[in-house]
């Protein structure tokens, strides 16, 4: 998963350090194994089930983009917003996005990690029942 995260991150114009043991690998690690551990305890499984692989990714950017930015290591007036759309729609599922043209560059972050961090509905399909 964590070459998948890289290219995601590198996808949204972010580079990460690729060198063992830097800040931005051990922090990539930890960010894998609570977002595993989370989808793993929410759906009852012990690994993460194919379907839920990208929203395992994204759920993974999105929890290193607001550590970085709660350390201060991240600087969101140099990231690049202009891309975001405003409006998504597949199928019967629409998606959009709360992005004022005015507004500030944290609230686009944020608008953009709230996404990244999606919700428990799309593990649903994959939860079981203990006993």
Not at 1 to 7: C, F, G, I, P, S
Not at 69 to 88: C, N, P, R
Request: aromatic share 8%; hydrophobic share 40%.
């Amino acid at each position: 998963m964590l070459d998948d995260v890289k290219a995601r991150l590198k996808s949204l114009g972010i580079s990460v350090s690729s060198e063992p043991n830097s800040p931005d690998e051990v922090m990539l690690s930890f960010c894998i194994i609570k977002v595993t551990n989370h989808i793993n305890n929410q759906t009852n499984l012990s690994e993460i089930p194919q379907g839920l692989h990208e929203i395992a990714v994204d759920m993974v950017v999105g929890e290193f983009l607001y550590t970085k930015k709660s350390m201060g290591a991240l600087s969101v007036e140099t990231l690049d917003f202009e891309a975001i759309v405003k409006q998504i729609q597949e199928g019967d599922t629409n998606t959009v996005f709360a992005i004022e043209a005015n507004s500030t560059p944290e609230a686009k972050f944020n608008a953009f990690i709230s996404y990244l961090q999606h919700n428990e509905t799309d593990f649903v399909r994959y939860r079981v029942m203990l006993w």
